[in-house]
């Protein structure tokens, strides 16, 4: 919380795009890996949003089929990666991208951050 000089709290505007961080469905990564989708945030003020509000938000409003995008994931073979790098899957017009990475302060539930968008191509 912001304070000003003179001590008392500045004025706090919420969020208007607050994260959720609620799990919508999982999907099993090339590797076997853990790949929630959340229903996540969409962008905004030049911050990228992730999951199905930020594929609904800027890929023409729905999340592509759940058994297109496992296939497209269940055929990736993508290259060695870090945990917290961006790995993107293209098949069957679809493209996914997803992340390993936690975030840890602020999900609470020791899963990764998981899909970051699915759309067609």
Request: negative net charge.
């Amino acid at each position: 919380m912001a304070v000003t000089a003179a001590g008392s709290p500045a004025s706090v505007t919420a969020n208007p795009n607050p994260i959720d961080w609620t799990i919508v469905t999982t999907f099993q990564g090339p590797n076997g890996e853990d790949l929630p989708l959340r229903r996540g945030h969409r962008d905004v003020a030049g911050l990228r949003g992730f999951g199905e509000a930020h594929i609904q938000g800027n890929h023409g409003g729905h999340v592509p089929d759940y058994s297109i995008v496992q296939a497209v994931l269940d055929s990736c073979r993508p290259p060695p990666h870090k945990q917290d790098e961006t790995v993107t899957c293209s098949g069957s017009g679809i493209r996914v991208a997803y992340t390993e990475r936690e975030d840890l302060r602020n999900s609470f539930d020791d899963r990764p951050v998981g899909i970051i968008t699915a759309f067609v191509e």
